[in-house]
């Protein structure tokens, strides 16, 4: 599943495409025609993300709400349009790119009620600049779920993915079973800055890269432990465990579960 900084980068270069301009959208697969017949050819004014949600809105303020989940596709080209590759559920044409995305788990229309609802359901997105710290530490402090799950909760922080998860808990040597409520304040700021700065650099970069030491070289890893089998701060062997169904790796020694 792309994580929170692809969804952010897709906004930003969208707004450059398509904001100010009257956007011809339409379906090539066919199951989102009458959504697409109610946008097409008016003005996109915004392109906005909120975590993992993408939201175009239209000069008849309704909104097309894409969640990519784990399977869809966003792909840009310039134009002139090619064929359809595969099962697009939705396209946009600017003035000179159009933008295909295949297979998302969400593809709807939205108006400004069903719109607040939505972001009123996400936790603080890290990558937004109106996005409230305090509101991730309390959820997390009061809980007594796993940090590893929290972590993964987009009603609790927005934007974070498994590799994140991974890469952050190693950074910040803290356990992926360590209950909420067992972190300390100090602990929350540091994942929270850390996951912040790092979400950055991919939205950036286009990459997630965590690994500063290596990332500047040619061909070079640009991630710590995640699917690794040796610790690079210990040598120690990488463990995995499975959190809310997708797999976490750790390091037993850089990340003690007791500490």
Known sequence: MPEGHT?????????????????????????FNNGAKSISKLECVAVEAYGKHLLYEFKND?????HLGLFGRIRRRKLPIEEAKGKVRVRLVG????????????????????KSKLIDRIGPDLLRKDADPNKF????????????TL?????????I?????????????????ILGKDLDRS?????????????????????????FKKAGSVNADSLNIYKKKKCPGCMGVI??????GRVAYFCVYCQSETS
């Open 62 to 66: 309704q909104f097309l709400h894409i």
């Open 161 to 177: 993915g498994n590799i994140y998860r991974t890469e952050l808990l190693w950074r910040q040597k803290i356990h992926p079973n």
């Open 187 to 211: 602990q929350l700021e540091n994942l929270w800055n850390d996951a912040r700065a790092l979400l950055e650099v991919g939205v950036k970069r286009n990459k997630i890269i965590t690994n």
């Open 7 to 31: 969804i952010h980068r897709a906004a930003r270069d969208h707004q450059k495409l398509f904001v100010g301009y009257k956007v011809d959208v339409s379906s090539p697969q066919g199951r």
């Open 95 to 114: 003035k000179t790119h159009f933008v295909d995305i295949n297979g998302p788990t969400i593809c709807e229309i939205l108006d400004e009620e069903s």
């Open 239 to 244: 463990s995995k465990i499975e959190i809310s």
């Open 137 to 148: 530490f309390e959820r997390v402090i009061s809980s007594r779920a796993k940090i590893g």
């Open 151 to 159: 972590l993964m909760d987009q009603s609790v922080v927005a934007g």
